[in-house]
Nanobody, 127 residues
C-alpha cells in the first residue's frame, strides 16, 4: 500500500493545521493508522494512532489535548488536526499503516510495528 501525506505548511504559534494521509489500497478500514514526526537532529517520535475497528485513539503526552487523529474509511484517509501549535511541533510528519485482522480495539505507538510509511509532510510553526 502507498501512503500519501499532505497538508503541511507554515503556521504561527497558536494556530491550527490539518494534515491528511491517503492510502492507495483498500480495504483501508483494516489498517491501524498512526502519525509520527521527526524534527531536525532528533529521532522519529510517536504522535497519535487510531484503531480501525472502533476508532479508539492514543496520543503522545506532548500533543494530548491539542491534536486529534481521525479517519474516514470511505475515503481511505486519516487526518491529524493540530491546534494550539507550538514551535516545538515543527517537524516532518509521517503517516504509517499496519494491516490487521484483529477485530478488537488495536492501536500502536511503536514505529517498528508499522509496515507502511508515507513520504512525510513538513509542518513549521513560527514563534
Amino acid at each position: 500500500v502507498q501512503l500519501q501525506a499532505y497538508g503541511g505548511g507554515l503556521v504561527q504559534a497558536g494556530g491550527s493545521l490539518r494534515v491528511s494521509c491517503v492510502a492507495s489500497r483498500s480495504p483501508f478500514s483494516r489498517y491501524v493508522m498512526g502519525w509520527f514526526r521527526q524534527a531536525p537532529g532528533k529521532e522519529r517520535e510517536f504522535v497519535a494512532a487510531i484503531s480501525w475497528s472502533d476508532g479508539s485513539t492514543i496520543y503522545a503526552d506532548s500533543v494530548k489535548g491539542r491534536f486529534t487523529i481521525s479517519r474516514d474509511n470511505a475515503k481511505n484517509t486519516v487526518y491529524l488536526q493540530m491546534n494550539s501549535l507550538k514551535p516545538e511541533d515543527t517537524a516532518v510528519y509521517y503517516c504509517a499503516a499496519k494491516p490487521t485482522t484483529y477485530s478488537g480495539s488495536y492501536t500502536i505507538a511503536e514505529s517498528g510495528k508499522y509496515d507502511y510509511w508515507g513520504q512525510g509532510t513538513q509542518v513549521t510553526v513560527s514563534s
